[in-house]
């Protein structure tokens, strides 16, 4: 008599454990381990589905090399952080929180495709007509896109291998869909890896491109096995706030284009709309001479991108002063404060402090910290920051400014917008008379004193004490 196999799988990092506990072993999460069931006769199909090989001739490493045939999508934003479209054959993951509007995006992307492939939108979550309704609002309801409500992967593959020409596959979401080769349920480690193995497979042999849609975790990361990202070509995050209208779309892994580019979009009735200047929009609005404010020229990936950031100093009523911080990394500003604690004799431990990055953007780079520290010496001294100029440069412990790439680039941007001066880290790297065109008053510091005297002067005076 065939014995049933039982596994206990944790569905955070995907490692088997020969029985149930509460704590995965390997990654040290806490009540993620299900058990797996799996019958003899599923052993028996993957045993024959592992059989069906296909011999391959092998090819020399200076094989002639085809031009990769891109599709663009006609919107500039995705094709940015795709670098120029869509690669056939590739296979995308796009991860978001729920509500983000990864769906509205796709179904946008398939409506602007139909005259190039024939596009195919899986759903696993939602009625067809709730798509339609959707596709209504976005007023792209008689666009040529082919739905299905099929969450079988066999079945998915037999319909797809019956078109001859090249297709697009969108399947919403990978953690709905499962391979009836596995007894677990969908949405489990096994289930995503064997299902992503199928379609990605498919994908490969048939030139077709394939958009998976994958589930987050409470950690922002892509929820199933962290293989699921290894096997794909292209992993794209949608970020921002369901309360604010800009999206931000980043690539962080792009087997035919650089990562770390993003895209924004902005929200709207009729569906998401391209913001191809983003600094501008971003900056609409703001006060010129409001205190505690100052703006950060910024680089997201290839593309610059100015950013207000804006800081609140308050006395503390309770013995353990807040540290709020929104956009930025807490322990880069615990990190500021410190050194303008002991190095500029700025004594900031007894205040509230609160940090904002201004239209929902989340500020990864070092080059913040000048602007940072500008914005909390213009709150503490009640004394605005110097009239259209922008900031950036990374601190040393030893409070001294450090240069930052990019430096050209940020320069112009804000020369763009209108700025008309700028407090930045030394330059070496590059020859500021090459700046000549640009009719900017840019000042370099080399020391955090340096800012620090800025801000005490009651008039703000732009000059930098030698």
Same mark, same amino acid.
């Given at each position: ?49 592992? %059989? ?159 958009? %998976? ?18 096997? *794909? ?41 391209? *913001? ?80 904002? *990055? ?109």
């Amino acid at each position: 008599m065939n014995k049933v196999i039982r596994r206990y799988i944790c569905q955070e990092c995907g490692a088997q454990h020969p029985r149930w506990s509460g704590r995965c072993d390997s990654c040290g999460s806490w009540n993620t381990i299900i058990e797996e069931i799996r019958s003899p006769k599923s052993r028996q199909a993957n045993k024959s589905s592992s %059989l069906r090989t296909i011999a391959q001739t092998p090819e020399a490493l200076s094989t002639p090399i085809e031009t990769t045939k891109r599709a663009a999508t006609a919107m500039q934003e995705l094709d940015r952080v795709l670098g120029g479209g869509l690669v056939s054959g590739s296979v995308i993951l796009l991860g978001g929180d729920p509500g983000i509007g990864k769906s509205t995006l796709l179904l946008q992307v398939a409506s602007k495709l139909t005259t190039k492939l024939k596009s195919f939108y899986v759903t696993g979550e939602e009625a067809l007509d709730q798509i339609r309704l959707r596709a209504q609002r976005l007023h792209i309801e008689n666009s040529e896109v082919f739905l299905l409500a099929v969450t079988n992967v066999s079945e998915i593959i037999q319909i797809l291998e019956n078109q001859k020409t090249p297709s697009l596959l969108i399947v919403d979401s990978i953690q709905t869909v499962y391979n009836d080769l596995s007894d677990a349920a969908p949405g489990t480690v096994s289930q995503v890896r064997s299902s992503a193995h199928e379609l990605i497979r498919f994908a490969k042999v048939s030139n077709t491109i394939l958009i %998976l849609v994958g589930h987050v975790t409470k950690e922002g990361t892509v929820a199933g096995p962290r293989v699921l990202e290894h096997m *794909v070509d292209t992993v794209l995050y949608f970020e921002g706030e369901r309360t604010n209208q800009f999206r931000i779309l980043r690539s962080v892994k792009n087997r035919f284009g650089p990562t770390s580019e993003i895209g924004v979009f902005q929200m709207t009735q009729t569906g998401l709309s391209e *913001v191809t200047n983003p600094s501008k929009l971003l900056l609409a609005g703001r006060s010129h001479d409001a205190i505690g404010s100052c703006i950060f020229a910024g680089i997201e990936g290839s593309r610059p991108m100015l950013a207000e950031i804006q800081a609140l100093i308050a006395p503390s009523p309770f013995g353990t002063p807040r540290r709020s911080v929104i956009g930025l990394d807490g322990n880069r500003l615990a990190m500021i404060l410190a050194v303008l604690e002991a190095r500029c004799s700025i004594s900031l431990s007894n205040k509230d402090i609160f940090l904002n *990055v201004v239209g929902g953007l989340k500020i990864s780079e070092p080059a913040a910290d000048l602007a940072v520290a500008a914005a909390l010496l213009s709150s503490l001294f009640n004394s605005p920051a110097p009239q259209e100029s922008i900031i950036f440069g990374e601190i040393g412990l030893s409070a001294e400014i450090r240069t930052v790439n990019y430096s050209d680039v940020r320069l112009k941007e804000g020369f763009k917008l209108g700025f008309t001066s700028a407090i930045i880290s030394p330059v070496k790297s590059i020859n500021l008379k090459s700046f000549e065109k640009i009719e900017m008053n840019i000042k370099e510091i080399s020391s955090l004193h340096d800012l620090v005297t800025i801000f005490k002067n009651a008039n703000t005076s732009f000059e930098v004490p030698t």
